[in-house]
């Protein structure tokens, strides 16, 4: 048995060296590379990406699982096993028969549809001209119902596609949480623009580009951002991708009239960028040195974006040093007035520009209409009315033209139906952790207005970013909080902030 899990922990090495490769070549593509290199980085990335799926799906796998006990019934193994063991056997298992359970067939037809549909996106995009992209949309609906069929499900298709992202979730769970959140934050929004507006003016002016980054970086250091294991570039959209676990790359975009939105997309990558470095030292090398979701991931990252980065004590500390690289453009601004500004609630069409209280609101939009695409409730074609419909309902705003309403995301065009729900489940995770994290460190906000940020990051490496993959989402929600997931702390805490802001 020893042998056993020695040789899935030397299998697993190999495929987490090929996975680095791969995100090494993604962060050049985006980052440095040429112009013209695209055609032969396809080919890298594919070649990279198809052995790394030969080594995924390797037989030897299910041999190696049989020796150490597990079934179905069984995921975890043999219980002479340690308890960590147990569950990079899981895992394992998990991941095994997850990707061989789908035909090779199915995984090149999602791969030739899906590089034709986002070429066509785009085209429709620029166009804002849904019928280009629909016959597109149809096929990928219907690839994605046969992966379901795979996959397997026992309540609803949908709970196949999204446990991808958010494993051991239901739709029905979903629905629930969603159902929580919709119900309180649509009539605070409608109170919220009732409500004295504040001024936000003074954002959209020119900042510096060159000031911009270096105030930044300044914050990235106070927060502990490890330069020695993590660095920051530039890119066109932020994102954040892992190398190996000492090394983590994060970027932003620097926009002169808007200063904000590199400055909040830092914030938001580090947290990102924090769990990837958080994991235990015992994990290295196997795949449990990895995200349980996609939803705790955002939490991470959504947390130190709004609950640290968009509070009142954050900016008690580091508001002094921005007016002083801004002083022209905060002139008679006080931190009150700044404040405000940055946390400023107004619905708008565009999901990536929402504030923190509509944010979800486009989510659950997006959550709706893929369930019902795949319970077969709604058609394709039908798409663009049943999203104006939301819209209006949870927004009290419809879409002038398809680019600002069913075109505006990519996801649909890569084959991803299920990721969305993860962006809200993240909110609703960040604010229970919060919830326990005050309770165990009672000074929260006075540590944060003195710069003290290491016993922050100290607890979410403790009780979040160490267990890596060894917890499912659910299993390391209720070992933090004693909870089930639930909505009520992130509404509370929307409520709290912003009847406050505004003064409802």
Not at 202 to 208: D, E, G, I, K, V
Not at 213 to 226: P, S, Y
Not at 365 to 384: C, Y
Request: aromatic fraction near 10%; proline fraction near 4%; include cysteine.
């Amino acid at each position: 048995m020893d042998k056993a899990l020695e040789r899935i922990k030397e299998l697993d090495r190999e495929i987490r060296t090929l996975n680095g490769i791969e995100a090494l070549l993604g962060w050049d593509h985006h980052v440095y590379m040429p112009e013209r290199g695209v055609h032969q980085r396809s080919e890298q990335t594919a070649y990279i990406a198809s052995l790394s799926h030969q080594k995924v799906t390797n037989p030897e796998f299910g041999d190696l699982l049989d020796k150490l006990g597990a079934s179905a019934e069984n995921p975890l193994g043999s219980k002479s096993l340690s308890d960590d063991d147990r569950r990079l056997v899981r895992a394992v298992y998990r991941d095994f028969h997850q990707q061989t359970r789908v035909p090779g067939s199915l995984v090149e037809e999602f791969a030739r549809v899906t590089s034709i549909a986002q070429s066509v996106w785009t085209e429709a995009r620029k166009k804002s001209d849904f019928s280009l992209f629909r016959p597109h949309l149809e096929k990928i609906v219907d690839l994605n119902l046969q992966l379901a069929d795979h996959l397997g499900y026992t309540a609803h298709p949908y709970d196949a596609l999204v446990d991808q992202y958010e494993p051991e979730i239901t739709t029905a769970q979903i629905a629930t949480v969603f159902r929580q959140l919709r119900e309180a934050l649509v009539p605070l929004v409608r109170d919220i623009k009732a409500a004295k507006q504040v001024d936000t003016s003074f954002l959209r002016q020119p900042y510096p580009v060159e000031l911009q980054e270096q105030f930044g970086r300044a914050v990235l250091d106070a927060i502990g951002f490890d330069s020695q294991r993590a660095r920051l570039d530039r890119s066109v959209h932020p994102f954040t991708t892992t190398i190996g676990v000492d090394d983590v790359r994060i970027t932003t975009r620097y926009l002169a009239d808007l200063v904000t939105s590199s400055l909040f997309g830092i914030v938001h990558e580090a947290g990102h960028a924090f769990y990837e470095l958080g994991f235990a030292e015992g994990f290295r090398g196997t795949r449990l040195a990895d995200a349980c979701s996609l939803g705790i991931h955002e939490s991470m990252s959504r947390f130190w974006e709004n609950v640290i980065g968009r509070g009142r004590a954050f900016w008690s500390h580091f508001y002094p040093q921005f007016k002083e690289t801004f002083p022209d453009q905060l002139s008679g601004v006080d931190i009150e007035a700044f404040y405000k500004a940055i946390n400023r609630v107004e619905p708008s069409l565009i999901r990536v520009e929402a504030d923190e209280v509509t944010y979800s609101l486009h989510i659950i939009l997006r959550f709706e209409l893929e369930r019902m695409l795949i319970g077969k409730e709604l058609k394709v074609k039908d798409l663009p009315h049943a999203w104006h419909e939301q819209s209006r309902d949870l927004l009290g705003i419809v879409p002038d033209g398809d680019a600002s309403g069913v075109l505006q995301d990519i996801h649909w065009s890569g084959g991803s139906i299920g990721y969305f729900p993860t962006y809200a489940l993240g909110n609703v995770y960040g604010l229970q952790f919060t919830a326990k994290l005050r309770e165990q460190i009672p000074d929260l906000d006075t540590k944060v207005r003195h710069g003290e940020f290491a016993p922050i990051k100290a607890w979410l490496d403790t009780n979040v970013h160490a267990h890596g993959r060894s917890r499912t989402p659910q299993e390391l929600c209720q070992q933090i909080t004693g909870n089930p997931m639930s909505a009520e702390p992130f509404v509370n805490y929307l409520k709290t902030k912003y009847r406050d802001i505004y003064d409802l």
